[in-house]
């Protein structure tokens, strides 16, 4: 399995990005992949992913950023709204937390 991420880039505060994964290979479930990321300096962190109960976020973007899929492209995309500073970091999607794609920086200024 390959997991290969795109989107990232630097926006301003209150500004959206889109993220995307796209999964090749077989032997995984669309339903395991999921995002994190490491800001710098500090440890990574589940930003949102799918469960066997639906989409988990991090508290800190719920309402902000919504994780969606789709099967057939064998994708996995994040929107984010709403982006604060805070939301910097490198951003990677990762299959059951086992497979990790390269990762995608994004940037958000004040």
């Known amino acids: 399995v390959q997991l290969q991420a795109s989107g990232g880039g630097l926006v301003q505060a209150g500004g959206s990005l889109r993220l995307s994964c796209e999964a090749s290979?077989?032997?995984?479930?669309?339903?395991?992949l999921g995002w994190y990321r490491q800001a710098p300096g500090k440890a990574r962190e589940l930003v949102a992913s799918f469960s066997s109960g639906g989409a988990v976020y991090a508290n800190s973007v719920k309402g902000r950023f919504t994780i969606s899929r789709d099967n057939a492209r064998k994708t996995v995309e994040l929107q984010m709204n709403s982006l604060k500073p805070e939301d910097t970091g490198v951003y990677y999607c990762?299959?059951?937390?086992?497979?990790w794609g390269q990762g995608t920086q994004v940037t958000v200024s004040s």
């Open positions: 990762t299959a059951g937390s086992v497979i």
């Open positions: 290979g077989t032997g995984f479930s669309l339903n395991r």
